[in-house]
């Protein structure tokens, strides 16, 4: 029996030590970014604004730069949808740092649809630890012969470690 308590309470240190020290909860996040799609490419840049409790306990910068680094495409044989796989590098206009985003958006042409998954796949200086994933909406915004703009919305928690 004596055996058995040591081993519990032995076991429970190892999981209070394995808990990372000073991680943070997860916090709700809002990120709006107005996509430019050039003509026959996805959406790869522009501009990004953040909002939530994640911005005001200074989790997240709220605003900065979003650029493709990574896409592929596949389903598009169907002819009424293409599902993405995309990375898209957030850099903070401020300077304390940058994030990658991880997507899988799920693109639907007839009624339009555009929706998806995103999770925080790695960061750089304030945003090295930073964790989190959520929801993704693109709302169309208007149309040209050479590009597209499209209002992404991802909502989720992040949380850093």
């Known amino acids: 029996m004596h055996r058995f308590v040591m081993l519990v309470v032995a076991a429970a240190m190892l999981f209070v030590l394995a808990t990372p020290v000073g991680a943070t909860p997860p916090s709700d996040v809002r990120i709006e970014v107005e996509a430019t799609c050039p003509e026959n490419q996805s959406c790869s840049y522009g501009p990004f604004n953040a909002s939530g409790p994640s911005v005001d306990a200074g989790l997240i910068c709220s605003r900065g730069e979003m650029r493709d680094i990574m896409g592929q495409a596949s389903g598009y044989h169907s002819g009424s949808r293409i599902n993405f796989h995309i990375r898209k590098l957030f850099t903070c206009e401020d300077g304390s740092g940058s994030f990658t985003l991880n997507l899988q958006v799920r693109l639907k042409f007839f009624p339009f649809s555009d929706v ?7 960061g750089t200086k304030g945003y090295a ?14 149309v040209t012969e050479t590009e597209t703009e499209i209002l ?3 909502t989720g928690q992040i949380h850093v470690d």
């Open 152 to 154: 992404d919305i991802y």
């Open 116 to 122: 998806g998954d995103w999770n925080v796949l790695e």
């Open 129 to 142: 630890k930073l964790h989190g994933s959520g929801k993704l909406e693109g709302v169309l915004v208007s």
